[in-house]
């Protein structure tokens, strides 16, 4: 079983920065493709964020420029660094890994951030 695991969730002022982690369970983690989504409240889950096992990356429209995620195969560990937050970043951020050989995917249980002004 894959067990996801995030933190660096919290209360920032706005225009602040922070980063999110997340450790990935088992040997194969450099396999996968992984993401950053969020759920705003009375929104639908989004994704913020993806990068996949060779390091390619894509992100939201709205987080261009903001924020970076980056990988560490030796750790099983997925980062996102986000800065310049704003009131509307406030959300449970979650991480989720894609295993492509059998589509698969696995989430993490969430990380709340929430940005105050």
């Known amino acids: 079983q894959v067990q996801l695991v995030e933190s660096g969730g919290g209360l920032v002022q706005a225009g602040g920065s922070l980063t999110l982690s997340c450790e990935v369970s088992?040997?194969?983690?450099?396999?996968?493709?992984m993401g950053w989504y969020r759920r705003a409240p009375g929104k639908q889950r989004e994704l913020v964020a993806a990068?996949?096992?060779?390091?390619?990356?894509n992100y939201a429209d709205s987080v261009k420029g903001r924020v970076t995620i980056s990988r560490d195969n030796a750790k099983n560990t997925v980062y996102l660094q986000i800065s310049s937050l704003k009131f509307e970043d406030t959300a449970v951020y979650y991480c989720n890994a894609f295993e492509l050989l059998h589509r698969l995917h696995y989430w993490g249980q969430g990380t709340q951030v929430t940005v105050s002004s």
């Open positions: 990068i996949t096992s060779g390091g390619s990356t």
């Open positions: 088992g040997p194969a983690f450099s396999s996968y493709d």
